[in-house]
């Protein structure tokens, strides 16, 4: 294999792929990145962990076709530091690589290709949606920080992808709290998956990287896989097995109590009330709720605070506790000046809102005072 390419254009797609090289496996398969050079002037790059496949292909002037597998990191670093410029990459028939640029040479060892996890290829019946991969990150963005980080706790360190009633729902649940975006999709069959929340993490990071004008990505459904397709990049995720929990019977049905408030107001005075709330017990921020204020309290060892933030209120008057962490998670994912906040009893979960329209839900459980 012989072939030349940029050296901008090689680090860029070796920084994508790498998010699927595993650093904890015990095959050194795994460990590497496999390079394929095609007569048609193609370089494509793959990397796996099982559980997120990635595949990025560039341009390159291609002398000889060939494929060779590389150590990530040692490869990976060298091509970061050497200059933007034109490299050369060859290997022999014992699969050692050479690197060259104007004025540095760099040899080292590959190994044979022939065992490295390809993705499969996808069929002309697989199933498939097309995306915008910008609404496609912001929902990851959005929902995924709800699921949970114990994976002893299963199919909710998952995330939910659901196409029901012409809209896309994304659910995420890590027993103290609910994140649900929805985006209207009136084309889309009916399915549901679940992958887990880290790999819909890595996809996201992805997208921050692709450079291709183009916006869309193509979904493709397969066995126990789903694939996302860019234009010059492809990732295979591994699907979750198990049902999940129906989120929707948790979701209170009525609300006693409703407050429409300025969301960066309330993160803001959350936030400062937080510098103290980290010294006691559970992060532990309380509103009073009463008339047309929310007054925000928190107390410790060192010392208390209290701020009153006006609001719209209709219902009774509350006293309930939060978690601080997670009401700030809530409210930093939420782009609105403007939202609505539903209560029912100082026990019940609280279900933040939209001030119009239901493109998210978030509940969050409190803590008992």
């Known amino acids: 294999m012989r072939f030349t390419c940029e050296q901008r254009s090689l680090t860029k797609a070796l920084n994508i792929v790498s998010r699927a090289v595993s650093s904890k496996t015990t095959l050194p398969v795994l460990k590497g990145i496999m390079i394929n050079a095609t007569k048609d002037g193609k370089l494509t790059l793959y990397a796996s962990d099982s559980d997120i496949s990635i595949q990025n292909t560039i341009d390159a002037k291609v002398s000889n076709s060939g494929s060779v597998l590389v150590m990530a990191k040692l490869f990976g670093d060298i091509i970061r530091k050497l200059p933007a410029e034109e490299l050369e990459i060859e290997t022999d028939e014992k699969n050692n690589v050479t690197i060259r640029s104007t004025n540095s040479e760099f040899n080292i060892i590959g190994t044979s290709s022939d065992e490295f996890p390809i993705m499969e290829e996808i069929t002309e019946n697989t199933e498939s949606v097309v995306f915008d991969r910008f609404l496609l990150k912001e929902m990851i963005d959005k929902t995924a920080f709800a699921a949970s980080n114990d994976e002893s706790r ?130 532990l921020v309380k509103f ?61 979960p609280c279900l933040v809102k939209p001030f119009d329209g239901n493109e998210y839900e978030y509940l969050v459980l409190p803590v008992r005072i």
Do not use: W
Not at 296 to 305: F, L, M
Not at 315 to 325: H, Q, R, S, V, Y
């Open 288 to 348: 009073e709720i009463s008339e047309n204020t929310i007054t925000v309290t928190s107390d410790s060892e060192e010392g208390t605070v209290r701020e009153d933030i006006t609001v719209n209120k209709s219902g009774d008057d509350l006293m309930i506790g939060f978690n601080a962490i997670y009401l700030k998670d809530v409210l930093k994912a939420i782009d609105e000046d403007e939202i609505r906040i539903l209560f029912n009893s100082s026990i019940d």
């Open 154 to 283: 299963g199919i909710i360190t998952g995330v939910l992808l659901e196409l029901q009633d012409g809209d896309l729902n994304m659910v995420a649940i890590d027993g103290y709290r609910i994140s649900i975006t929805r985006r209207p999709m009136p084309e889309a069959k009916t399915y549901s998956i679940i992958i887990h929340a880290r790999i819909l993490g890595e996809l996201s990071r992805i997208i921050s990287e692709i450079d291709d004008e183009e916006n869309s990505c193509i979904l493709y459904l397969a066995e126990k896989r789903a694939v996302f397709s860019f234009s010059d990049v492809s990732a295979e995720l591994k699907l979750m097995d198990g049902q999940f929990i129906p989120y929707k019977d948790i979701l209170p049905a009525n609300s006693k109590i409703i407050i429409d408030v300025n969301r960066k107001q309330l993160m803001e005075s959350i936030d400062r009330a937080s510098l103290l709330a980290r010294s006691g017990k559970n992060n």
